[in-house]
């Protein structure tokens, strides 16, 4: 397929496939493919996306996750060198994995949520990583390129109380409801050549926090893919959040500037557009 910009809008689970043409105009893509989902991603689009669908008016169109019915999704922490610096901790030797709830991720413009409780809400731009082949045990990085259907950008929404200082795993600062912001778009991987060539960036109430680029990835993004294909099955549809560059609030000296309710984020990635959330008391 053609590189394109999938996505999805309308209502909180009446999301319908669209596709932004070369000309930056919406269209409407139900009456082509059903969603963009992981059927479509393993092979059920079409080779070319046809000409003269409908126009769709962006005015009050709410965009959705580019993605429907998402598997997983795997992180990757302290994955950028100058972020490892930052929080104190070594350049680790292989990729620290953990895993988000699918039910985590919300559109690009909706508000996230502050947990009940929460002192420590932080914030993590990030290339997310978005599968179209089933991925297991892959021998090379190069042979994972083939598996990847295209990028998004992602919010790796963090509470660090949570994660770090009650105990156990991760778990419980990345799963809170809203802590994944996905999209705009879905850019299919013919449309970036270079996924190591990328800048990051993250504003919070219009202060740049975060201005990094995937070349300051320990494990780039092949890599990663074929990593992670050794220790679970990778499916179409199965999202990869690559970990985020130095900036974030837990790097930051005391007084630490965590989110609270009322302050807005701006985040984007080249090529694959822009995020905007208010942040909500939950």
Known sequence: MMGVRLLRVGPVGAERPAVL??????????????????????????????????VLDPGGLRIGPPVARIGKIVCIGLNYHDHAAETGAAAPGE??????????????????????????????????VVIGRTAAYLESADQAAHHIAGYAVAHDVSERAFQLERGGQWDKGKNCATFNPLGPWLVTADEVPDPQ????????????RQAGSTKDMIFGVYEIVRYLSQFMTLHPGDVINTGTPAGVALGQPEPKPYLRPGDVVELEIDGLGRQRQTFRAA
Do not use: H
């Open 21 to 54: 043409d070369g000309a930056g105009v919406l269209r409407d893509l139900s009456g082509v493919v059903p969603d963009i989902d992981p059927a479509f991603l393993a092979g059920g689009w079409p080779a070319e996306i046809p000409d003269g669908l409908p």
């Open 95 to 128: 990729p620290v994995v953990f895993m988000k709830a699918a039910d985590t991720v919300v559109g690009p413009y909706d508000d996230v949520l502050v947990p009940r409780g929460s002192e420590k809400t932080d914030w993590e731009v990030e290339l997310a």
């Open 197 to 208: 060539n990328l800048g990051l960036r993250l504003r919070v109430n219009g202060e740049v």
